[in-house]
Each structure stands twice: as structure tokens, then as C-alpha cells.
């Protein structure tokens, strides 16, 4: 019997939906159903999982999903224990007991998550939101507003990354011999991108960085990329990265608005 026989049948449908949370190579997987179910050759795991009704509308904004579960959920646990930087694709399939075939029902990402009592909500958006957003509007600043590496800064990252394993972490201070290749200082306002986790970079000293919080789960001698960090100043524009014709600052901007009304400017 195929699904859509059994999806529009009276009686016979015993929907099971499974839940795939990702972010680079860490994945969540969770399904609705009392016991685990492999599909795609992962291993979806059993959990009390409650869900809002699909919804499909013109609204973008109305058309998310609200996911009650417990608070103990490890994806809950692991959003706990850093912030939830960069984007968690969040794909829910759908099948019937009766029957093997499994159907792409939902596709977006995580947009955070809340709690209530003993329960936990994970809030999630469909994935057409982002393309719709009205994006940010570039300020007038002395330093230079544009992202390191992302458009308008223009600089190659691949071509400024160093490669090393992790010797050692505490929390959010991690250990390699890489970082010591390097002056204090060079590689802070940068980021690390490790077991396909990304995490900026807030101080460094010797062979030591800390990052702007810890990743769970991080195994001895893991392997991770790391980028410098850029002041967005001209100097370190120019110095540092060769990169001062796409310095998106005004250094020379006056303190004094001159548009204030003073009779001397």
C-alpha cells in the first residue's frame, strides 16, 4: 500500500514523524514514534515530541512550527549549554506504520528555544523567512562595517586560515600549538569552525584562545580551521589582509556634527 493510500484512508493511517535537526556535521534525530527508526541509514531515537499544525499560507511569518518536548531533550541540553550560533536546519519527515515509504513534510530552521514548567518549546521557522527579511541597512561609522570575510569585506578566509587539532578545553578556552604560530592578539575577532560548529574568538594568549562559548561534546585531538580576526580599522585592513581598497570605514569623519545648529562649527 502506498502512502498516499494510507494518508487519505479513513481508518488506516498511524502517522510516525521523524525529526532531523543539523548543524554542519552534528546532527539531532528524534522521532515521534515509541521506538527508533532508521531511515537513510541514520538512526532516529524515540522521544515525547508535540508539535503545532503545519500551516500554508502566503504569511511566511505565520507558517512556523512550535515542538514541545521535555527539557532533558539533548539538542535542548546542548542549546543550553552555548547559544545557538549560526543556522540549525530542522527537517521533519512523515511515514505510517503500515507502510515503509517516508515523505518530506517540513523544512526550516531553528529560530530558538523557550521553556515552560517542564517543558521545553523550540520555536522554528520555515526556511523562505530568511529570503524575505529585510536585511540591515549599512551604518556611516569610522570603522568599517562590513563583516570579516562575507560580502563587501571580500577577503578570501581559505587563504588566511591555519589547520590544527585541539590539544586540550575548558569550558571555552581551547588549547592547540597553531595558535601559538601567531602574536597575541591576531587571532581575536576572528573564529574557529570545529566538528562543524563555528564559534568567534574573543581573547588569545600563547597556544590558547576562548572562545565566545564552549561546545559540548568536543573530543581530544578533534581537528578545527581557524580564521584571524580583523579590528575593522585601516591599518589592520591594509597590514593585515592587503585589503584596505574594500575598507568600508570613514576614518576621517568629523566628531562634530555640523548639522547641529551651532553657530561655529
Known amino acids: 500500500m502506498t502512502y498516499a493510500a494510507v494518508e487519505t484512508s479513513t481508518h488506516g493511517g498511524q502517522p510516525v514523524e521523524l525529526y532531523r535537526f543539523s548543524q554542519g556535521t552534528r ?20 522521544w515525547p515530541l508535540k508539535r503545532s499544525a503545519f500551516r500554508q499560507t502566503q504569511e511566511l511569518a505565520k507558517a512556523g512550527l512550535e515542538i514541545n518536548t521535555a527539557r532533558d531533550l539533548p539538542f535542548v541540553a546542548d542549546s543550553m549549554a552555548s547559544p545557538l550560533i549560526g543556522v540549525i536546519a530542522l527537517t521533519v519527515y512523515r511515514r505510517h506504520r503500515s507502510d515503509g515509504e517516508v515523505q518530506q513534510w517540513w523544512k526550516g530552521r531553528v529560530k530558538g528555544v523557550r521553556f515552560a514548567g517542564s517543558e521545553a518549546i523550540i520555536s522554528c521557522d520555515p ?4 529570503v ?9 561609522q569610522r570603522q568599517c562595517p562590513h563583516a570579516l570575510y562575507e560580502i563587501g569585506c571580500n577577503v578570501a578566509g581559505a587563504s588566511f586560515s591555519a589547520a590544527g587539532t585541539l590539544l586540550s578545553h575548558t569550558g571555552a578556552v581551547v588549547t592547540s600549538g597553531v595558535f601559538a604560530t601567531q602574536p597575541n592578539g591576531w587571532w581575536v575577532g ?5 566538528d562543524g560548529v563555528l564559534r568567534f574568538i574573543i581573547a588569545d594568549a600563547t597556544d590558547t584562545v576562548t ?24 591599518g589592520t585592513c591594509n597590514i593585515k589582509f592587503g585589503n584596505i581598497l574594500n575598507n568600508g570605514g570613514a576614518p576621517w569623519w568629523p566628531k562634530k556634527n555640523p ?3 551651532d553657530s561655529a562649527f
Open 27 to 46: 546532527k539531532w534525530l528524534y522521532t515521534s514514534a515509541d521506538a527508533a527508526f532508521v531511515y537513510a541509514g541514520e538512526t532516529y531515537e524515540p
Open 127 to 130: 526556511r523562505g523567512t530568511s
Open 132 to 140: 524575505r527579511r529585510i536585511g540591515l541597512h549599512r551604518p556611516a
Open 190 to 194: 576572528g573564529k574557529i569552525v570545529l
Open 211 to 234: 572562545l565566545s562559548s564552549g561546545i559540548p561534546g568536543l573530543a581530544q585531538n578533534a581537528g578545527f580551521v581557524v580564521y584571524p580576526g580583523c579590528d575593522h580599522t585601516p
Open 259 to 261: 548639522f547641529t545648529g
